[in-house]
């Protein structure tokens, strides 16, 4: 899959993202990159602070970001239907991280 199609999917992962829940996200960055140098397999990964734990002493800080990483993905789909699912599930899981919610929350929900 070429870089420019997985870029799609990951705009088209973040359009999923209710109005309501995208008009909340502020100072983050969605980047791509081919995999995370210390965990290969890692397939997101939110850097940041949650939107629960901010503070007063939050204002002026540097963007959050969300990192998608594109190889890793590859590497476990089939197909590209698996990829846009991937995709999908990642965005959304990286996400919910940005507002607070943990791997286990986001396991029961179906989003792990």
Request: hydrophobic letters at 45%.
């Amino acid at each position: 899959m070429s870089a420019d199609r997985f870029e799609e999917l990951v705009g088209d992962a973040l359009d999923l993202v209710p109005a309501e829940l995208a008009r909340a996200i502020d100072n983050v960055v969605v980047l791509i990159e081919p995999r995370n140098p210390e965990d290969p397999h890692l397939l997101g990964l939110y850097h940041g602070i949650a939107l629960t734990e901010r503070d007063s002493h939050y204002g002026g800080s540097l963007p959050d970001t969300i990192t998608i990483y594109r190889d890793a993905i590859l590497d476990i789909c089939a197909d590209a239907d698996e990829v846009v699912d991937e995709v999908a599930v990642t965005v959304i899981h990286e996400i919910a991280h940005y507002f607070g919610i943990d791997d286990e929350r986001l396991h029961e929900l179906g989003w792990g």
